[in-house]
């Protein structure tokens, strides 16, 4: 297992690395296709494996695969787990754009923020799975104070997002083919823990430390690739086997040699790795499964 490291040894994850495909495990196939589909604006598509895949018209890879099983238990909120998928739309008109077409569908929102780098909108899907779909401000205009980057969590003006849409046809069936996961967000049971796995080994630099209860990390200066907390899972067990909920997130590298060089860190830090197509599966201490994948 991973246990903290030197900083001065910290070797940072290629800075090209970003977050790709979220698996969700799902109880109702129909049922989700709809909401993904009419309330988010994806395009679905069965694969070979009866999973469903949905991104944009155009996209090269999904951005969510479905894979469901009425028999699944029930998300566990208090489990660690994904606390929410987060997609990253183009621009702030795209964000308005999917505003409309919540509004349009009756999907309700669980929150609305302006968290400085970014603006987004909080929902969740029929079985429960957090979602977030925002659009950055320009990463220049990223507030900073002692050389760190700044984040907070305030109200979005919901009326002046709509803004974004006068003049112009509200409507927008399918996102943008630049659209993509952004983020992921992560219920752990202990920081320092997943702080030593996702920085000390496999090299993400910490970010934000400003929230309590939660560190936020990221490759290349982002302001973050994955968010964690333990806001509700504080000491908490991994979810039942199967569960509804988070089966694996993708970590995507540039090249098989940034690849190879962090899973070397994972061997050295005896991590288990588990073969997968194109890459290998780790999972982090509290049980959350990565799949690390070169593009």
Do not use: C
Not at 131 to 158: H, N, V
Request: charge should be negative; avoid cysteine; hydrophobic fraction near 40%.
């Amino acid at each position: 297992m991973a246990t903290a490291t030197n900083s001065s040894a910290h070797v940072e994850i290629d800075r090209g690395t970003v977050i790709g495909t979220v698996s969700l495990t799902v109880a109702d196939a129909d049922r989700s296709r709809s909401f993904y589909e009419r309330a988010l604006g994806l395009r679905a598509s069965e694969l070979d494996d009866g999973a469903l895949a949905l991104g944009s018209a155009g996209g090269e890879r999904p951005l969510i695969e479905l894979q469901a099983d009425g028999s699944a238990p029930s998300l566990d909120r208090r489990a660690t787990g994904l606390f929410h998928l987060a997609i990253l739309l183009p621009s702030r008109r795209d964000l308005a754009l999917a505003l409309a077409r919540l509004v349009e569908v009756r999907w309700p929102l669980d929150g609305a923020s302006d968290h400085l780098v970014s603006e987004a909108l909080y929902l969740s899907d029929p079985d429960g799975n957090g979602i977030e779909i925002y659009r950055d401000r320009p990463r220049e205009r990223w507030p900073r104070a002692g050389g760190k980057l700044e984040m907070a969590t305030l109200p979005l003006d919901l009326n002046n997002l709509l803004g974004e849409l006068r003049g112009t046809s509200p409507t927008q069936p399918i996102v943008p083919n630049a659209t993509r996961i952004g983020h992921v967000h992560l219920q752990v049971a202990e920081l320092d823990l997943v702080e030593a796995f996702y920085h000390d080994v496999l090299g993400f630099e910490v970010m934000v430390r400003g929230y309590p209860g939660a560190l936020f990390v990221s490759a290349g200066g982002y302001h973050h690739h994955i968010g964690l907390n333990t806001w509700h899972s504080a000491g908490a067990s991994r979810p039942a086997p199967g569960s509804i909920g988070l089966r694996s997130f993708e970590v995507q590298l540039p090249d098989a040699q940034a690849l190879d060089q962090v899973l070397a860190r994972v061997r050295a830090a005896a991590v288990e790795i588990e073969p997968a197509p194109g890459g290998a599966l780790v999972r982090d201490p509290s049980g959350n499964a990565l799949l690390l994948r070169s593009r």
